[in-house]
């Protein structure tokens, strides 16, 4: 069974740097296919991808954000962390982490791969406020 | 503003079937699979559709997805009040080289 769970601070005060940890359990982040990815959601709006890091250390990030974001993961530890600079009111929100996998498919006469953030965390709130 | 849009509202009476739309673009839905996630009041995302259209176990077979050219939906039939949630629509874009999301539907069953 896949669980992860995020865990950092609840109050943040403006300009600092928030570290955010995704603990997982169930999967193993050095597997072929499999990521962890950060997603947000401020209050009462729309879900937001940050970053996502693969099996094979391959990262990616929001272009709106990639200057601000740091994602890294310990293999050994069962973690990924996402490192957030400079923060802001407009920050606050509830994070979440995510296990991606990969699947395969069979279409018109093709193979291909497809991947999906199946299992979430449930979520650490974070205030952004002085 | 989000890469894919859906409508912000739809709603219908238990044991009716609705429809929520998701439009995007070549680079994003009109080349890779889209997902559907459902968030409860005060819950995180739960997966219903990877794939466009397939189901994860223990989702009911009421949910279903589609997908064509640029566009997807997402099929609920015979609504129940449970089902009441906001429906999101995720895909990879190639510009973003990232995931992206649609501004969400907030399902109201009547």
């Known amino acids: 069974q896949i669980t992860l769970k995020e865990s950092g601070p609840t109050l943040v005060k403006p300009t600092q740097t928030l570290t955010l940890t995704c603990t997982f359990s169930?999967?193993?982040?050095?597997?072929?296919?499999?990521?962890v990815a950060w997603i947000r959601q401020p209050p009462g709006k729309a879900l937001e991808w940050l970053a996502l890091?693969?099996?094979?250390?391959?990262?990616r990030y929001s272009p709106s954000l990639k200057s601000r974001l740091t994602i890294t993961k310990d293999t050994s530890k069962n973690q990924v962390v996402l490192t957030m600079t400079n923060l802001d009111p407009v920050d606050t929100a509830t994070y979440y982490c995510?296990?991606?996998?990969?699947?395969?498919?069979?279409?018109?006469?093709?193979?291909?791969?497809?991947?999906?953030?199946?299992?979430w965390g449930r979520g650490t709130t974070v205030t952004v406020s002085s | 503003q989000s890469v894919l849009t859906q409508p912000p509202s739809a709603s219908g009476t238990p044991g009716q079937r609705v429809t929520i739309a998701c439009s995007g673009s070549s680079s994003n839905i009109g080349s890779y699979v889209v997902n559907w996630y459902q968030q409860l009041p005060g819950a995180a995302p739960k997966l219903l559709i990877f794939d466009n259209s397939q189901r994860p176990s223990g989702v009911p077979d009421r949910f279903s997805g589609s997908k064509s050219g640029i566009s997807a939906s997402l099929a609920i039939s015979g609504l129940q009040s449970e089902d009441e949630a906001i429906y999101y629509c995720?895909?990879?874009?190639?510009?973003?080289?990232?995931?992206?999301f649609g501004g969400g539907t907030r399902l109201t069953v009547l």
């Open positions: 890091i693969h099996w094979d250390d391959d990262k």
């Open positions: 995720v895909t990879w874009d190639d510009i973003v080289s990232g995931w992206v």
């Open positions: 169930g999967f193993s982040l050095s597997a072929d296919g499999v990521g």
């Open positions: 995510a296990h991606s996998d990969r699947g395969r498919g069979y279409r018109y006469g093709t193979f291909y791969h497809y991947y999906y953030m199946d299992v």
